[in-house]
């Protein structure tokens, strides 16, 4: 028996038709999950198929985004030149992690590629996508942001993302309240283990390749300390100031992320505030661990 007709018997959509296409853009608006080889979809050939269903997609999924959107919304407003706010905000960790020569280029980078989700550029951002699953994500923090339903209730409540080079931030951005918080520093901390030196005309070697080298699995927990770091240097020009806003965040909810080992966290912190550059001290504890090969002596 056929799939077709085990569809049929079942008074289920079958492969194909509008309504199995329908179910399928259901499906995705609603979990984010959808087929990736696009079997069923119509086009002429695979690359043809995958664009329209991808079309296809992003639409529905900006459609949808609009839709329960509407009637919210958050009253503040951009700052009037994002990019000098951008390169300011960002300053200090790029210079701290970087030499002078390299400080513009990656400042440059950085100032045009944060982009806070607004109901003027949702649209675009999503149909500009990628990946399905990056935009998926994106609906959920920007209907999140507005205080709409989300797609679904499994969906991550996230205040930021980063993909390849660009950082994309929730308005809610500028109602936080925790003074140790800063999403904007978070999502750039990793642009630098995601892009390449290349990509914005930097010389690369054989074992320096991306902006930073840093260990998979501290890429969490680097980001977060920079962004810790980021708002207890810019509170406190000493470091028994410094020292005293660690043990206030101590003493606060660790960072809500379980790829994060709170201890070590708290630790790299605390070497990076006694520190006169507290940044290369992050960079350090978060650099990927480096293994001796093993001697082999060759015997006759």
């Known amino acids: 028996m056929t799939a077709t007709s085990n569809a049929a018997e079942q008074n289920l959509p079958q492969i194909g038709t509008p309504q199995w296409l329908e179910a399928e853009i259901r499906q995705y608006l609603c979990s984010g999950s959808y087929d990736s080889s696009f079997a069923g979809w119509p086009g002429m050939n695979f690359v043809d198929v995958a664009q329209k269903a991808r079309q296809r997609l992003l639409t529905a999924l900006a459609e949808e985004t609009l839709g329960r959107a509407n009637g919210f919304g958050y009253q503040v407003t951009l700052p009037s030149d994002l990019h000098a706010w951008t390169r300011n905000k960002l300053a200090p960790m790029v210079h701290g992690l970087f030499g002078a020569d390299e400080c513009p280029a990656i400042l440059g980078m950085l100032a045009r590629n944060v982009v806070f989700l607004t109901g003027q550029n949702i649209v675009a951002v999503l149909m500009e996508q990628r990946w399905l699953s990056t935009a998926w994500n994106l609906a959920n923090l920007y209907l999140y942001s507005v205080g709409a339903p989300a797609l679904s209730q499994q969906a991550c409540h996230i205040e930021g ?44 070697s054989r074992r320096q390749e991306y902006l930073l080298s840093i260990d998979y699995f501290r890429r969490e927990t680097f980001a977060y300390a920079c962004e810790a770091y980021s708002r207890i240097s810019s509170m406190a020009a000493s470091t028994r100031l410094r020292q005293q806003l660690l043990e206030r965040h101590g003493e606060a909810l660790p960072p809500p992320d379980d790829r994060v080992d709170h201890g070590e966290y708290l630790d790299i912190l605390a070497e990076a505030v006694r520190a006169r550059n507290g940044w290369q001290r992050i960079l350090k504890r978060c650099a990927p661990i480096q293994r001796r090969q093993p001697h082999v002596t060759n015997t006759p």
């Open 161 to 204: 993302l980063s993909q390849e080079t660009t950082c994309y931030v929730s308005m809610s951005y500028f109602d936080e309240t925790d003074p140790f918080a800063d999403f904007v520093v978070h999502e750039a901390a990793h642009v630098f283990h995601n892009c390449k030196r290349t990509t914005i005309g930097l010389g690369e």
